[in-house]
């Protein structure tokens, strides 16, 4: 058996690759949509992925399914658990095999025993996998996708807060503890194969290793040590992070089916002034990928800082809308890499590009930053608004006295609230966050917009006195 995990750390997403090297079969589990490199990957092995599957409708990427269905001619496996809300809608040309509870499938001489484990979502499924090619008459181990993670479980919030569909949380909370009671009868040997690490908003707090065993969740993982059943419904609802405003679109594209992509391509802009046009125009929206340092010296009007790498695909799904049409300010050897990212969360409206260089003579939108000392003195001064950008448990937690509390993924709508006519102050917890919404407000049209180099954690290490605790 050849097993293979690929790991997104953009979207901290886990894909695994399993094959079955005695006939060459192979299957694809929570396929990403940037797929050809696992493909390429598998061919070099001498293996063809004649099968994919996922273990639910996700709610944080666009899923490959489809596309290698369409594209590959690979049957698709599929959960037909859940209700009629939540089945998948693109299946009727494609080869599909409906899975449920107990149902057994063969790649080559891997096994794939299915077990219904809802709680995260209503068809959410489980794979175990037994090597019989290898001589194992026990299994090995558990795809548990958004079931249980390493030192967590899946949230069972997000149909909720991020679909709209009321009264699912306690619901599907109460699905998740008898689920896990499923799981606590596995044998302690089997593997923990997770869908996602350390950095998913699919649940509170997630591990960075990248498995486990089920003997040792048993042990360590607080879901699987609570066993009154309300108890571990509050602990499980208690202090979700916010559900990523894009959640409710990727749950709508992966259950119609996300659109078929080739290799991203956008034109570039020959002259600064059509960037600052495009800027203007109702519908486009300007996203420049350089570093903060570089863009707080000059942005375009217009324009929102969304540095390239991790933060792109999170704060993109955030504050972009999907109908709008998407240039990129960006490096040309990035350029490729930032389409295919924003493509990950289906944002695939990026219709024209600029290099960095390109942009310098209609830069002139700037803001700034200062340390707390300064920011303090400002911060006195009667005619600032100072706004937190930080979630709902980091300013619950503790906060600048006097600041108004307005998240980074809401700010490009709640932002149109404050008075453009007074100056801004902003902080988050590091700077990171604060940077983007600097140019945010910029954006929004306000001109006077400073922010707090190392956020707040700068300020309650030098003035411990002036945060505010609930």
Known sequence: MLFRSYFDDKLAQYSYLVGCQRTGEAI??????????????????GLHVSTATETHIHADFVSGARQLGEKHGVTLYLSDEGDNDWKYQYTDNLDVQPLTDGDEFKIGNIKF???????????????????????????????????????????PDLLEKAAGAEGTAQSGA????????????????????????????????????????????KLFNWALNENDEQKFIDELLKDQPE?????????????????IV???????????????????????ILIDTRISKEAEKGLVPGSINIPFGKMLPNWAGWLVDYDENIALIVEKDQAEEAMKILRSIHLDNVVKLAEPSLIESVATETYRTVDTEA???????????????RNDSEWNSGRVEGTEHKMLGHLRSEGKELNKNKPVLIHCQSGAR?????????????????????????????????????
């Open 375 to 389: 920011f303090a003195k400002l911060k006195d001064q009667t005619d600032y608004q100072v706004i937190d950008v």
């Open 262 to 284: 080739e290799n991203p391509s956008a034109e570039w802009f020959e002259h600064a002034e059509d960037v600052v046009e495009f800027s203007k125009q109702d519908g486009n």
């Open 174 to 217: 109460k699905d998740m503890f008898k689920s896990l009671q499923r799981f606590k009868e596995l044998p302690d040997h089997m593997m923990v194969w997770p869908g996602h690490g350390a950095g998913s908003a699919c649940g509170k707090s997630l591990g960075a290793v990248p498995q486990s065993t089920v003997g040792y969740e």
């Open 243 to 259: 559900a990523p405003k894009y959640f409710a679109q990727m749950k709508k594209v992966n259950k119609l089916g996300p659109a």
């Open 113 to 155: 025993e299915v077990m219904h484990t809802p709680g995260h979502t209503p068809e959410s499924i489980s794979f175990v996998l037994t090597d019989l090619g290898g001589g194992a008459d026990k299994p090995m181990g558990i795809f548990t996708g958004d079931f249980v993670f390493v030192g967590d479980i899946g949230r």
């Open 434 to 470: 604060s940077s983007i919404a600097a140019s945010v407000m910029l954006a929004l049209g306000f001109d006077d917009v400073t922010h707090l180099s190392g956020g707040f954690n700068a300020w309650s290490n030098n003035r411990p006195k002036e945060v505010v605790t609930n």
């Open 28 to 45: 694809l589990i929570d396929p990403p949509r940037n797929v050809e490199p696992i493909l390429a990957d598998a061919k070099k092995e």
